[in-house]
Nanobody, 123 residues
Framework: VQLQASGGGLVQAGGSLRVSCAAS????????MGWFRRAPGKDREFVAA????????DYGDSVKGRFTISRDNAKKTVYLQMNSLKPEDTAVYYC?????????????????WGQGTLVTVSS
């Protein structure tokens, strides 16, 4: 199983960025997907999750109203659109796969993790 995250980079505060995660080696449409992030010196934090069909989503409090998670099951890819970025959004962003039918921010249920992509927001 591989989860390949991409699309990170440097962006100014107030800007937008979309990161992607391409999955291989698993029945993608049977997994709920999540995005987490880890800022320097902090624990891994839940960002967003989406159900198998894309019909249900959930977001961490710090990103609600600014970030949008989506998925394309035909392309086996999950996306995170990030708008109105703030310097405190600077982190390595990880995608993860959960075999359950639910959306959750609990790290323990995710069985596969990608390698992460770095997002840096300058002030």
């Amino acid at each position: 199983v591989q989860l390949q995250a991409s699309g990170g980079g440097l962006v100014q505060a107030g800007g937008s960025l979309r990161v992607s995660c391409a999955a291989s080696g698993l029945p993608f449409s049977l997994y709920s997907m999540g995005w987490f992030r880890r800022a320097p010196g902090k624990d891994r934090e839940f960002v967003a999750a989406i159900s198998r069909s894309g019909g249900s989503t959930d977001y961490g409090d710090s990103v609600k109203g600014r970030f949008t998670i989506s998925r394309d099951n035909a392309k086996k890819t999950v996306y995170l659109q990030m708008n109105s970025l703030k310097p405190e959004d600077t982190a390595v962003y990880y995608c993860a796969a959960d075999p359950s039918a639910f959306v959750t921010g609990s790290k323990s249920v995710y069985v596969y993790w990608g390698q992460g992509t770095l997002v840096t927001v300058s002030s």
